[in-house]
Nanobody, 116 residues
Framework: QVQLVESGGGLVQAGESLRLSCAVS????????MAWFRQAPGKEREFVAA?????????HYADSVKGRFTISRDNAKNTAYLQMNSLKPEDTAVYYC????????WGQGTQVTVSS
């Protein structure tokens, strides 16, 4: 069974950067398109970014993070990444990875807190 393990979150100040990682167990990682989602306190989980499967030639971003966040993948490491630059307090949330259609079991997420 596929398992997702997110890491790399933390407490940073506005304007700083973080790099999140999503380790995916199983040998079919390269065949999955991957995405990042986030859930802020009291809010619904929302889409952040997605990358296509195999070479990851195409990416897509929520308007709120476009130009600041970059999604990537390393198929040799079974890992997806989210580089987050110019962080804002409104980026504070628990960040999760999954397929864009959310068909994989959810991991525990990683907390990102951005102070002003």
């Amino acid at each position: 069974q596929v398992q997702l393990v997110e890491s790399g979150g933390g407490l940073v100040q506005a304007g700083e950067s973080l790099r999140l990682s999503c380790a995916v167990s199983g040998r079919a990682f390269s065949s999955y398109a991957m995405a990042w989602f986030r859930q802020a306190p009291g809010k619904e989980r929302e889409f952040v970014a997605a990358i296509t499967n195999w070479s990851g030639a195409s990416t897509h971003y929520a308007d709120s993070v476009k130009g600041r966040f970059t999604i990537s993948r390393d198929n040799a490491k079974n890992t997806a990444y989210l580089q987050m630059n110019s962080l804002k307090p409104e980026d504070t949330a628990v960040y999760y990875c999954n397929s864009p259609t959310e068909v994989l079991p959810w991991g525990q997420g990683t907390q990102v807190t951005v102070s002003s």
